[in-house]
Antibody
Framework: QVQLVQSGAEVKKPGASVKFSCKAS????????MHWVRQAPGQRLEWVGCISGGNGDTKYSQKFQGRVTITRDTCACTVYMALSSLTSDDTAVYYCARGQGGFDPWGQGTLVTVSS | QSALTQPRSVSGSPGQSVTISCSGT?????????VSWYQQHPDKAPKLIIYDVNKWPSGVPDRFSGSKSGNTASLTISGLQADDEADYFCCSYAGSYTVIFGGGTKLTVL
């Protein structure tokens, strides 16, 4: 079955960068777009950006433009998200989700905690 | 873009029906038929339950149904069950490769 498995939790200091991953299995990786969505504690979901599994084209939310980089490794069927210049407002669970008429399925989430 | 507007909470008894609204604008919900709904249980990842306004992903029961009128989308859950107690988020395409979510609605099954 389609499965997205994300890397483990991260703790970073303000100003640092973080990079985490999402490994896909159970489908043809290059035929779908992968999205990243984050959820701060008790807050709404927030779309961050996406990458085409095929040609690697990326789209980013204007809010994160310049701070976020999404990449993919087609051989490893893995998508990566990097976020720089972290602040406490970036403390959140970051989810990867396959674009398929909506976001489906979702990874289990990666908790990123930004704290001094 | 601002978030889509949802009621903070709704409730219903087992077997009843509830409807959750999702209010947007003519630039998002009103402009596109790309509204989706997600169910999220505590400390779990969201799960897609409706896409393209009123379509069901495989495995989702038809007790869940979606609709849209103008700038407002709605999710109706009929035959409420205890396991339906969760947070529900709406989502809409807003053009220019932008996606926005609602603030979420907590459903309580009494």
């Amino acid at each position: 079955q389609v499965q997205l498995v994300q890397s483990g939790a991260e703790v970073k200091k303000p100003g640092a960068s973080v990079k985490f991953s999402c490994k896909a299995s159970g489908y043809t990786f290059i035929t779908f777009v992968m999205h990243w969505v984050r959820q701060a504690p008790g807050q709404r979901l927030e779309w961050v950006g996406c990458i085409s599994g095929g040609n690697g084209d990326t789209k980013y939310s204007q809010k994160f433009q310049g701070r976020v980089t999404i990449t993919r490794d087609t051989c490893a069927c893995t998508v990566y998200m990097a976020l720089s210049s972290l602040t406490s407002d970036d403390t959140a669970v970051y989810y990867c989700a396959r674009g398929q008429g909506g976001f489906d399925p979702w990874g289990q989430g990666t908790l990123v905690t930004v704290s001094s | 873009q601002s978030a889509l507007t949802q009621p903070r909470s709704v409730s219903g008894s087992p077997g009843q029906s509830v409807t959750i609204s999702c209010s947007g604008t003519s630039s998002d919900v009103g402009a596109y038929s790309y509204v989706s709904w997600y169910q999220q249980h505590p400390d779990k990842a969201p799960k897609l339950i409706i896409y393209d306004v009123n379509k069901w992903p495989s495995g989702v029961p038809d007790r869940f149904s979606g609709s849209k009128s103008g700038n407002t989308a709605s999710l109706t859950i009929s035959g409420l069950q205890a396991d339906d107690e969760a947070d529900y988020f709406c989502c809409s395409y807003a053009g220019s490769y932008t996606v926005i979510f609602g603030g979420g609605t907590k459903l309580t099954v009494l």
